[in-house]
């Protein structure tokens, strides 16, 4: 049980353009859905937190305007990176919450932009 | 005071013996403590957690030390295999709606043969 699905794996595109990552829980109602980047060697890093519904949480530092988010249904989130740049490349990780059960971790995006 | 401090950032074993990863942390809110498994190109997988009210648990060969008044708590992977090989992160959240979690540097197992 507890499973979730990130979709795509691996996605390369050209800079300037827009990618959307799918995040789904297969098997329960993800009322909380997170979103993490983490580079090469290193921690996850807390994008943003997003509850369904409602408008996304971003951590300090993370554009909201680059990085859009959208929770519209119990079962999936969305991470959109508009107008990516190189510096966006990165490894992107979803997970999903049901009430206060534990995060469940998607497998990842790995998002490289040329 | 948000962050979760882990060492060692690597660790090599030899099979059958016992690894063991630390963590501190500072804020005293914190009150759920999990461990994660990552292997490469995959996304963490829950391990094992742990409350500040019990001061162990144990789950197969995955046992989590837990010392409030330190502030640390630790994993110990006993009988190491090389299927252990992976990296771990230990994490730290508090209760609530969002729960959110901060995660330590991440410590790369090697377990040898």
């Known amino acids: 049980g507890a499973v979730v699905s990130q979709h795509p794996s691996w996605v390369i595109c050209k800079s300037g353009t827009s990618v959307k990552i799918e995040c789904r829980s297969l098997?329960?109602?993800?009322?909380?859905m997170f979103w993490y980047r983490q580079f090469p060697k290193q921690s996850l890093m807390l994008m943003a937190t997003?509850?369904?519904?409602?408008?996304?949480?971003?951590e300090q530092g993370v554009e909201k305007d680059k990085f859009l988010i959208n929770h519209a249904s119990l079962t999936l989130s969305t991470l959109t990176v508009t107008s990516a740049h190189p510096e966006d490349s990165s490894f992107y990780i979803c997970?999903?919450?049901?009430?206060?059960?534990?995060?469940?971790f998607g497998d990842g995006t790995r998002l490289s932009i040329l | 005071q948000q962050q979760v401090k882990q060492s060692p950032q690597s660790l090599i074993v030899q099979k059958g013996g016992i690894s063991i990863i630390n963590c501190a942390y500072e804020?005293?809110?914190?009150?759920?403590f999990p461990w994660y498994q990552q292997f490469p190109g995959k996304g963490p997988a829950l391990l094992i957690a742990i409350r500040p009210d019990v001061s162990e648990k144990k789950e197969g060969r995955f046992t989590i030390s837990f010392n409030k008044s330190a502030k640390q708590f630790s994993l110990h992977i006993m009988d190491s295999q090389p299927g252990d090989s992976a990296t771990y992160f230990c994490?730290?959240?508090?209760?609530?709606?969002?729960?959110?979690?901060?995660f330590g540097s991440g410590t790369q197992l090697t377990v040898l043969p």
């Open positions: 098997d329960f109602q993800a009322t909380t």
């Open positions: 804020n005293t809110a914190f009150d759920y």
């Open positions: 994490a730290a959240g508090t209760s609530g709606s969002a729960r959110q979690l901060t």
């Open positions: 997003s509850n369904e519904g409602s408008k996304a949480t971003y």
């Open positions: 997970s999903a919450r049901a009430g206060f059960q534990p995060q469940h």
